[in-house]
């Protein structure tokens, strides 16, 4: 408990840090304990566990590809641009997160479904994503996104805009700063970002069974998957959970062991 | 040095305990709570709190005969929780403090009673199914056979689940294959799309049209009896209160129970 550079640590502090980890672990030790070892390997490898995991992935990586899209202008604003109303739009931004996802999916509904306000003009483009794989990703993105925004326009504030500043004194022009300072400056908030938004997608649940619904290959993530299995075979839903853990330590892993903390130069 | 790091630990310690007694504070409350309840199953006449586990279709109909059996039994406060009927198994195996189980199918009564946690089950309900369509009827579905045609959107419980049985039961009794655009875990899930006007069509119970008010039509499916579902209910056998866990059981598969079940659209057993 005493390590070796808790000098500046008060004594108080790492129990309390004990307990909060117990909290977090226990579940999952629980959750080990009922796993049926055996099996876990033909249960993991069904087709449809397998389907399930294959439309994860993918959904998950667009999701976050989208994500690292849209977030990336949205928080360089946010830290960067002043404009009226800015304390309401950083305020919206963050909705997704306290919004309960079953809800997140009704809005979604509401905006893209076929008799949502902007169904019509879905229609009109020959555009329909009701029951789609398009509908995931999209549900994936709206509950990740505040995720990204709000680990790069922290970071982005807390470093302040003086190096931007040198540059564009020394005659460099915004796209140029934009990329060479900029940019290198958040990047490894946009690794954390990038890291927090996958686990997000992948964990999507409640926005995905409402507004995308729930098909084997289709729309049937691995948390889906994992619902539906858990009322006719627990044993295949503890099989399920365990790989998704599994997956998203060795992402989130191999993430943090290449921070990538590049400097500015 | 000795005696700094003697003080350091002992911060540690404190804290440690600290938390300790917070977290049995919790129990000991959870307990005190409960004794009422315990020391009242003793009593000849009843009272004290029943806890009701009941499936999610039941809500309506629960709701009333709860508040007519406590009417009945002044002493007696009727304490419903409702979910989905996987949910509320899986929480009473795991033992939460229940005293009847209603369950929306058979399936899920036997998970309780393979645990040795309920008595005899009896019947107290059916359910058939049906279509339910928006209310403007878009696709214009007018039988079972409709849901058959690709251009209806339609919506399904998964074959894992009960109304999912059910419906592939009646997909092979009546020769009609429905290419669904999705499978959902349960009718609340079906009706959300439907009403939405996600999907045009869905198959669900009988009692979920009547329960989702004027958004909702219903296109009654000729040959439904072909898949009944059963709901049972029973006393739990770690009750607290197992005298009105017995009334409550006994009220409800009783002439006033059954006329707000059949009111609300439900088969006789």
Redesign the interface.
């Known amino acids: 408990?005493?390590g070796r550079t808790s000098g500046y640590v008060p004594?108080?502090l790492?129990?309390?840090a004990v307990?909060g980890a117990l909290l977090v672990l226990m579940p999952l030790i629980a959750m080990a304990t009922r796993v049926d070892w055996a099996n876990v390997g033909s249960l993991v490898t069904s087709p449809s566990a397998v389907a399930a995991l294959a439309l994860s992935l993918r959904t998950s990586v667009a999701a976050t590809a989208l994500c690292v899209l849209l977030g990336v202008p949205m928080a360089v604003v946010l830290a960067r641009v002043e404009f009226p109303l800015k304390a309401l739009a950083r305020t919206l931004v963050l909705v997704p997160l306290v919004l309960p996802p079953v809800v997140g999916g009704?809005a979604l509904?509401?905006a893209f479904?076929?008799?949502g306000l902007l169904g019509g003009t879905l229609n009109l483009l020959g555009l329909d994503i009701?029951?789609s794989t398009t509908a995931v990703v999209l549900a994936q993105t709206f509950v990740a996104l505040p995720f990204m925004v709000l680990t790069l326009e922290s970071a982005l504030r807390a470093q302040g805009s003086t190096y931007e500043a040198v540059a564009s004194t020394l005659g460099a022009r915004r796209g140029y700063t934009f990329r060479h300072v900029t940019l290198p400056l958040m990047w490894p908030a946009l690794v954390a970002g990038t890291v927090l938004c996958f686990a997000r997608a992948l964990g999507e649940f409640g926005a995905t069974?409402?507004f995308?619904?729930?098909?084997?290959g289709v729309?049937?993530t691995v948390p889906l998957e994992i619902?539906?299995?858990?009322?006719?075979d627990?044993d295949a839903a503890v099989a399920l959970s365990l790989l998704l853990i599994v997956v998203a330590l060795v992402i989130v892993g191999f993430a943090y062991r290449h921070p990538g903390s590049r400097r500015v130069k | 040095m000795t005696h700094m790091r003697r003080a350091r630990g002992r911060a540690a310690v404190l804290s440690m305990l600290a938390i300790a007694l917070l977290l049995a504070g919790c129990t000991a409350n959870g307990d005190a709570a409960r004794s009422p309840a315990t020391a009242s199953a003793a009593g000849t006449d009843l009272n004290g709190t029943v806890t009701v586990f009941a499936a999610a279709s039941l809500t309506d109909t629960f709701t009333q005969i709860a508040d007519a059996f406590e009417a009945e039994h002044p002493g007696v406060t009727v304490a419903l929780s409702f979910g989905g009927s996987s949910d509320l198994a899986t929480q009473i195996v795991e033992g939460a403090p229940a005293d009847v189980f209603a369950s929306a199918n058979e399936a899920q009564m036997e998970v309780v009673t393979d645990a040795e946690l309920a008595g005899a089950p009896v019947t107290f309900a059916t359910n058939v199914l049906t279509v339910a369509v928006p209310a403007d009827n878009p696709a214009l579905v007018t039988s079972f056979a409709d849901l058959g045609n690709v251009a209806v959107t339609t919506v399904v419980c998964a074959p894992q689940v009960p109304c999912g049985a059910a419906t592939r039961k009646l997909e092979n009794d009546l020769g009609v294959d429905i290419p669904a655009v999705s499978e959902e875990n349960n009718v609340t899930d079906v009706l959300g799309k439907v009403r939405s006007g996600q999907a045009d069509a869905g198959v669900v119970y009988v009692t979920d049209i009547a329960r989702a008010g004027g958004d909702l039509a219903a296109v009654p499916i000729v040959g439904a009896d072909a898949a009944i579902n059963a709901c049972p209910i029973a006393p739990l056998t770690d009750a607290h209160n197992p005298t009105a866990a017995t009334a409550f059981v006994s009220y409800v598969t009783g002439t006033k129970g059954q006329a707000v079940l059949a009111d609300a659209g439900f088969g006789t057993p």
């Open positions: 408990m005493r004594t108080w790492p129990p309390i307990v009704l509904l509401y479904g076929r008799r009701a029951f069974i409402t995308a619904g729930s098909l084997e729309t049937r619902y539906l299995q858990r009322e006719v627990p």
